[in-house]
């Protein structure tokens, strides 16, 4: 009975992990947003070499502005990753019983849905005209960054909010969309 209960608080633990994760990510953004710093940008000084054309200088420069998309998809898939490791393993302990063994498998297929419904998304909002978007689902929340060149107005935020609603169970209420800067 004490391996069912020390399995199970395993379980919750690391969906507890991937909640956390998620959260202290979404709210780092918040924090890099309003400091107006972007992770990984970087400014050239003293160079001693010069730049062919100004065009190179702005391909350069525009890597940086994404960054915080690709460092919030990463942190999301190294959580993901961590979770389904960890559930992988309770799933083939030889001493799991099936109730642990339905519970692990269970929070399992949900990671998966979350990990498809954001790629859908994701790939719907850019297809709107987006520069990029980044979408985090929770078990009761989805929140969902998005780099709008122009900002986003009311009709933004339906279009998007639509979005959501299609391609999941949540209501608009459970949805926070974030204009990135």
Not at 27 to 51: A, I, P, W
């Amino acid at each position: 009975m004490k391996i069912i209960w020390k399995k199970r608080a395993v379980i919750a633990g690391v969906l507890l992990l991937v909640a956390a994760a998620v959260y202290l990510n979404w709210r780092y953004s918040s924090d890099v947003e309003e400091s107006g710093k972007m992770l990984g940008e970087t400014k050239l000084v003293n160079s001693t070499q010069s730049v062919g054309k100004e065009s190179d200088v702005q391909q350069a420069a525009a890597p940086a502005e994404n960054d915080y998309f690709a460092t919030a998809r990463l942190s999301r898939k190294q959580a993901r990753d961590s979770a389904i490791s960890m559930l992988q393993q309770a799933e083939v302990d030889e001493n799991a019983d099936e109730a642990t063994l339905n519970e692990a498998s269970q929070t399992l297929q949900v990671l998966a849905a979350y990990t498809v419904a954001e790629s859908q998304i994701e790939s719907l909002v850019t297809a709107k005209g987006y520069a990029d978007c980044v979408a985090f689902m929770g078990q009761d929340s989805i929140s969902v960054v998005v780099a709008a060149p122009d900002g986003l107005d009311t009709a933004d935020v339906a279009r998007i909010t639509d979005i959501v609603v299609s391609e999941t169970n949540y209501t608009p209420d459970q949805i926070k969309i974030v204009e990135s800067n």
